[in-house]
């Protein structure tokens, strides 16, 4: 009886060993894509640094063309090399004019403002509730009374 069982298990991890071994064709055609695809992608990469060397040589080359036919600035001047210097400095930047007085800010100047630190004059605007007449400030427009918080 052991050995029947034990022949079997050993033929059934042999199935599954073949089974897993060997890949499908759609597994094996998709890796092959995959690889080609990386390897395509690489040889890009390569011909574009190659590309993009050989146009950065002939700029120069053409650049360096272009400097040696330029007329010397001055008889007996030195060729120029490369670098391209401004003809003029740049102009200084002027600062701004500082206003003699600080900005006033402009909610404060509109009519009826109250300027900061006048509380008598807060307290004369119109609507203001008189401190102390709990009454009046329970009948103002949207107050709402509410018991054990500020909700």
Do not use: H
């Not at 040889?43 to 700029?59: P, S």
């Not at 909610?107 to 008189?130: D, F, L, P, S």
Request: glycine share 8%; with cysteine; aromatic share 2%.
């Amino acid at each position: 009886m052991k050995k029947k069982l034990i022949l079997a298990a050993s033929a059934v991890a042999i199935v599954l060993i073949a089974l897993t071994a060997y890949k499908t064709k759609e597994q094996q055609q998709q890796e092959i894509a995959q690889a080609i695809a990386m390897k395509l992608d690489e040889y890009r990469l390569m011909k574009q640094e190659e590309c993009t060397e050989r146009i950065n040589a002939e700029a120069r080359r053409r650049f360096e063309e272009y400097l040696a036919s330029l007329p010397p600035a001055k008889p007996g001047a030195k060729p120029r090399a490369g670098k391209v210097k401004p003809k003029s400095p740049t102009p200084a930047v002027k600062p701004l004019p500082q206003p003699q007085t600080p900005p006033q800010d402009p909610q404060k100047q509109r009519g009826g403002a109250v300027q900061e630190g006048n509380i008598e004059q807060q307290k004369q605007r119109g609507g203001a509730v008189e401190e102390g007449n709990i009454e009046q400030q329970k009948r103002r427009g949207g107050a709402v009374k509410v018991e054990g918080g500020n909700n």
